[in-house]
């Protein structure tokens, strides 16, 4: 290596350490060989100089919004079992896992009996959305509710709603799984609202549910309300009702046999 190319490269990596990029003196020399050995391109160089350490900070990223996203545990498409319940075809799931729904801010409410796959599938389009770079957040109502009632009594309730309503993604798990217990919060049913309202338009929620929209009212203790929360959630939603046998049941059911 001449003086001139010396230097050049000297000031490369300084470049690059300014620029916080960490690619090592040995990184850059095996590069610069393979452009004296294959006549690489400059975009060519650039993108086996870059490229790994791209998809390093890319995969920190999306580990770091798995993170924050709470999520029970992974969950893919690939892994559901599409061939048990013939009533589930793949194509709506396959739609929502491009995060095109998030990016129009479109809600997605999925309606289905308890064990026939409802939080696998949309955990596993929660964490397809990670990937795709969306701040995303898997919670579930009990969860949600006692945040909720946490902050009303500290009288952070303004804040906590704030957060909510940033996420681009919120998804509630388990919504009508148990009832609302108005007599230990009376204001249960107004703050469960509160958060569909704070993201109205604005970000995009998925609701699992195992209760039917005309069963709302009941759950929430409250007609009026529940009409009011089923407005702002359906609007434009997508909404997917499951039918058939338990997956969850069968599979007790075959292991135990």
């Not at 100089?49 to 390093?56: M, V, W």
Request: glycine share 6%; hydrophobic share 45%; net charge positive.
């Amino acid at each position: 290596m001449d003086r001139k190319t010396q230097t050049l490269r000297d000031q490369v990596l300084d470049h690059l350490r300014v620029l916080k990029i960490p690619v090592t003196d040995a990184a850059l020399d095996h590069v610069l060989a393979l452009v004296d050995r294959d006549s690489l391109s400059v975009l060519a160089a650039f993108d086996r100089l870059l490229g790994e350490q791209a998809a390093r900070r890319l995969d920190r990223a999306i580990g770091r919004r798995m993170k924050l996203a709470h999520f029970v545990e992974p969950k893919t498409l690939e892994s559901f079992d599409w061939k048990f319940n013939k009533t589930i075809t793949r194509a709506p799931y396959e739609q929502l896992a491009t995060g095109d729904f998030i990016r129009r801010h479109v809600n997605v409410v999925l309606v289905g009996q308890s064990g026939v796959g409802k939080s696998h599938l949309m955990q596993a389009i929660g964490q397809t959305a990670c990937a795709l770079g969306y701040r995303v957040l898997y919670t579930t109502a009990a969860q949600l509710l006692a945040q909720l009632t946490a902050a009303l009594a500290d009288r952070t309730l303004r804040d906590t709603l704030r957060r909510y309503a940033n996420w681009q993604l919120l998804i509630i798990d388990e919504w009508g799984f148990d009832r609302v217990e108005r007599e230990h919060c009376p204001q249960a049913a107004h703050l469960l609202y509160k958060v569909v309202a704070s993201r109205y338009q604005k970000g995009s929620t998925i609701l699992i549910t195992n209760i039917d929209f005309d069963a709302w009212a009941a759950y929430l203790g409250d007609a009026p309300l529940a009409m009011a929360m089923l407005d702002r959630l359906v609007d434009g939603a997508v909404v997917i009702k499951i039918t058939g046998p338990s997956y969850r049941a069968h599979r007790v059911q075959t292991a135990t046999s």
